[in-house]
T-cell receptor, first 113, second 115 residues
């Protein structure tokens, strides 16, 4: 089944404790992206990647890092989480940046205390 | 920069009522326009899309027409069902510039349909 998977689905952590949210897709997609969803703000792009070893900042990259060492994986790293990073996070992928449909993962709900 | 504005929610309707969710956008160039739907506890799914002016996207009884003159892409359905209860997001895909390919989302509209 073609899909985007994220882990964990739910995470409660404390300020300053490094964490990684994994994202994997099995569709051989080149383009991958991370969004955060906050009430009243919709989804905002954090980082994106057009291919292996090619990443760039989105609208709200502060406090986040990403890497793209393999085509299928695009982990999101929070080196020192803070409470304002409490949010619902979505990973998405598409064949390329030109393609109309992005496929979304199920989301990761992160709470930083 | 690009932006998408959706009508304020939440929207509550009875089954078989007519649905309209307004969406307007600001963008440079000629973006593609989308409606995504998010069912409870799930990720976003593409509902419909339109890639150029006057295109009509349709799926599952929902429709939206790309109106360049009014920069709008309103979502409509003639008869909603309880199963349509979800959050609906209007979005555009940048047509060019430094963020080519990025999706810009509206704030989302919560729809609740009662039997």
């Amino acid at each position: 089944e073609a899909q985007v998977t994220q882990n964990p689905r739910y995470l409660i952590t404390v300020t300053g404790k490094k964490l990684t949210v994994t994202c994997s897709q099995n569709m051989n997609h080149e383009y991958m992206s991370w969004y955060r969803q906050d009430p009243g703000l919709g989804l905002r792009q954090i980082y994106y990647s057009m291919n292996v070893e090619v990443t760039d900042k989105g609208d709200v990259p502060e406090g986040y890092k990403v890497s793209r060492k393999e085509k299928r994986n695009f982990p999101l790293i929070l080196e020192s989480p803070s409470p304002n990073q409490t949010s619902l996070y979505f990973c998405a992928s598409s064949l390329g940046q030109d393609y109309n449909e992005q496929f979304f993962g199920p989301g990761t709900r992160l709470t930083v205390l | 920069g690009n932006s998408v504005t959706q009508m304020e929610g939440p929207v509550t309707l009875s089954e078989e009522a007519f649905l309209t969710i307004n969406c307007t956008y600001t963008a440079t160039g000629y973006p593609s326009l989308f409606w995504y739907v998010q069912y409870p506890g799930e990720g976003l799914q593409l509902l419909l899309k339109a890639t150029k002016a006057d295109d009509k996207g349709s799926n599952k009884g929902f429709e939206a027409t790309y109106r360049k003159e009014t920069t709008s892409f309103h979502l409509e359905k003639g008869s909603v069902q309880v199963s349509d209860s979800a959050v609906y997001f209007c979005a555009l895909r940048n047509a060019g510039g430094t963020s080519y390919g990025k999706l810009t989302f509206g704030q989302g509209t919560i729809l609740t349909v009662h039997p």
